[in-house]
């Protein structure tokens, strides 16, 4: 087991560091430390002076990725992609273009995300398993036919339309909760929240259900599930104590792609309720061409998919004991 994590974390590390070269690269390819100068200085007829003095300040004045001027090791050292990027693998942010520290920035936001995105998940995957088994176990009746073309249903509508409508409807309409906004007080924040994970999880129903009510049929199809039948167990203890069971590792394949948005946060969610979070603190600095903060959070979901990748290889083990990590 423990060879198998750090195999894992050593084929982490050309991934990461192809990651961050692509995001560098994309990120320069559409903007110049100029373009980046002229925003962050706001001024429209900006001078020259006044754009050299910006990139100096803030590291963009050297070239991108080789210094043909310096000598040995300089040459690569010396360079913006070194100084902006490549301390991101001992999880130094380094400062944002308005001067903020990044690291202390993500310290801060990361526990709104949580906040909003944990009860979102649990909840949510706690509703369309238990929507799904209910499918599965009435399948091939009106009850199965209903679920599936509701499903649908949800899943063509966009997520704007949910958000929009639920902030219109139960927040100014019937003035149950807040329409936007945030608080670090724990019983004051859960007015806040109520909303948006509420939102989250009516927004996920339809593409949850039908791809875990996929997977159950699929499982109820199988050998062991006619042999359990065949022994007189009930339907219900069939569905509960062998199917769901055995449907655990690709259910778990799903929930890794989540992870990451745990801490992340949601980028629409956060941006429309104001809440002050990951996901809210990357749209900012898209919107601003902040580069600092824009690769240290594509670094840093990098880095939370691959531990949430291997952490579900070590969970197919616990479901399975069948499966072995050599």
């Known amino acids: 087991m423990l060879a198998y994590i750090i195999r894992r974390i050593l084929y982490a590390i050309p991934i990461l560091i192809g ?19 002229r925003v962050n200085l ?19 004045d050297r070239p991108l990725l080789y210094n043909r001027q310096a000598a040995g090791t300089a040459s690569l050292t010396d360079t913006i992609f070194y100084e902006k990027s490549v301390r991101l693998f001992v999880f130094d942010f380094g ?9 202390y920035d993500i310290s801060q936001r990361m526990w709104p995300s949580l906040a909003i995105a944990l009860p979102m998940f649990l909840v949510g995957l706690l509703v ?8 599965a176990f009435f399948r091939g009746t009106y009850i199965d036919m209903s679920g599936v073309i509701l499903g649908v249903i949800l899943m063509s509508v966009s997520t704007l ?12 309409l019937w ?9 670090v007080e724990w019983p004051t924040a859960i007015k806040f929240l109520v909303l948006p994970v509420v939102i989250g999880v009516i927004g996920g129903i339809g593409s949850g259900t039908r791809w875990y009510r996929t997977i159950f049929l699929e499982e109820i199809n199988k050998d062991y599930v006619r042999t359990a039948r065949a022994k007189g167990l009930s339907e219900l203890r069939v569905l509960f104590r062998h199917v769901l ?3 655990m590792i690709p259910i778990l394949t799903g929930v890794v792609v989540v992870i990451p948005l745990l801490f992340m946060g949601s980028l629409l969610t956060e941006s429309f ?11 900012d600095a898209i919107l601003a061409q902040d580069f600092s903060i824009v690769k240290a959070m594509v670094f840093l979901g990098s880095v939370l998919y691959i531990i949430g990748l291997i952490l579900t290889d070590i969970s197919y083990t616990l479901v399975d004991p069948r499966i072995r990590l050599n």
């Open 42 to 60: 706001g001024v429209k007829h900006v001078t020259p002076a006044a754009i050299e003095k910006w990139k100096t300040e803030h590291g963009y």
């Open 161 to 172: 339309f949910y958000i929009i409508g639920g902030q219109y409807l139960i927040g100014k």
């Open 128 to 135: 369309n398993i238990t929507l799904s088994m209910l499918l």
């Open 245 to 247: 069971k055995n449907a």
């Open 95 to 103: 400062k944002a273009d308005d001067g903020r520290d990044i690291g």
């Open 273 to 283: 309720f104001g809440i002050p979070g990951l996901g809210s603190y990357t749209i």
């Open 175 to 183: 003035h149950l909760v807040p329409i936007s906004g945030y608080s």
């Open 19 to 37: 990651v961050n070269l692509l995001t560098f690269v994309l990120f320069f390819v559409v903007n110049t430390p100029e373009n980046m100068a």
